[in-house]
């Protein structure tokens, strides 16, 4: 982005939101409008009954995902991931799912909901990330930045991941909660700038304010310089999920097992980082970054403290879809109660149904009847 590096464009909000919302629809109605998803490496599509033991997804620069140290712990069993390529974009990852160019993604719950309202045969599986006293997104200016309410914000430019998704839903929020009319809140500009570029472009004021969560938000305070004026958890209230990863229901429905292998070693994942020590925790991640060769920096993982996630083993629940049901109403993203069951399902981990442990033994005798969450 121009203001965060040389040849990018940092882009308003209107045109930006046209494209994430806008280019969702298109993708997905392209996709399923002629007979359905075209299959691919990965995907259902075999004709002897066997199913897929490769899963492609997308990455994140400097980061290891869930499923990925699920793989290197040994907890996927027989599957095995094809990195495709990384991206910073919950939107972008879901929507390489809806059109077959990966088999597994994770976004905002908002995007997630946004995508299946626009008809993608998508379906989430297992949450992917959260918020709570330890790990949160904060919302940050420079010290001695005069903007000090929400109000201040109007006419000014807050620095997100991507729109239409997790961080535009909080501002929104933050900025309805705190009395701005719609046509105020309208005056205050998102614009797209890398994560890792964030907190340069604040320093810079090439923002007025920047979007940090996780180790760059860390790595930001431990420069200092930097305050608050808000926190996705202080605005939502927390802890809380708020984003999962979705499956294709095609696959689902072709690759049983392996969905159920790979869900599952997901939750398992999940539980292996709430219980380990946070050093182990850590060195396993640059283990993980270091043999992978992506010319990628392990220096912010120092900074890692929670895996975020509320739920145990990422079971989802009602409550991660309806409470951001005003939010994608007054967003003209939704009309009307959601269709839960048509949303997620906990079916294919084994954790949330109580037919295997964190630590892998399985529980034959128990029940994977009540696969729906819970408010």
């Known amino acids: 982005m121009s203001a965060a590096a040389p040849g990018k464009t940092l882009l308003p909000r209107r045109t930006v939101l046209a494209s994430a919302f806008g280019a969702a629809t298109v993708i997905v109605l392209t996709a399923t409008g002629c007979g359905g998803i075209a299959a691919g490496a990965g995907t259902a599509g075999n004709t002897a009954g066997e199913e897929v033991k490769t899963v492609r997804y997308q990455g994140s620069p400097n980061n290891v995902s869930l499923p990925e140290l699920a793989q290197d712990l040994g907890f996927l069993g027989d599957v095995t991931l094809e990195w495709v390529s990384n991206t910073t974009s919950g939107p972008q990852s879901i929507q390489s799912v809806a059109t077959s160019q990966t088999d597994i993604g994770s976004a905002f719950t908002g995007a997630v909901i946004k995508l299946i309202e626009a008809g993608a045969p998508v379906q989430a599986v297992i949450s992917s990330y959260g918020e709570d006293d330890k790990t949160f997104t904060g919302y940050y200016v420079l010290e001695g ?11 000014k430019k807050i620095a997100v991941n991507t ?56 790595r930001a305070l431990a420069e200092g310089g930097v305050r608050a004026l808000f926190t996705d958890v202080g605005v939502i209230g927390g802890p809380f999920d708020a984003g999962q990863y979705v499956i294709r229901k095609d696959f689902l429905a072709a690759n049983p097992e392996t969905s159920r292998k790979l869900v599952t070693g997901i939750a398992k994942a999940i539980e292996w980082e709430r219980s380990t020590p946070r050093e182990e925790v850590i060195a396993k991640f640059e283990e993980i970054i270091a043999k992978r060769g992506r010319n990628e920096s392990s220096e912010a993982l120092k900074y890692w403290k929670s895996v975020g996630i509320a739920s145990p083993g990422g079971r989802i629940k009602d409550t991660d879809f309806t409470r951001w049901s005003e939010y994608l109403t007054s967003a003209g993203i939704i009309d009307g109660a959601l269709d839960l069951p048509k949303l997620y399902t906990n079916e294919f981990n084994g954790l949330a149904t109580g037919t295997e442990t964190a630590s892998g033994t399985a529980n034959p005798g128990t029940s994977t009847s009540n696969t729906k969450g819970q408010p």
């Open 145 to 155: 930045s005069p903007i000090r309410t929400a109000r201040d914000l109007i006419g």
């Open 163 to 218: 729109l239409g998704a997790h961080h535009e839903a909080v501002i929104s929020t933050f900025l309805k909660n705190s009395g701005l009319s719609p046509e105020e809140i309208k005056q205050v500009q998102l614009v797209v700038v890398p994560p890792n570029e964030t907190e340069q472009a604040l320093r810079k004021k090439q923002v007025d304010a920047g979007t940090l969560g996780g180790v760059l938000q860390d």
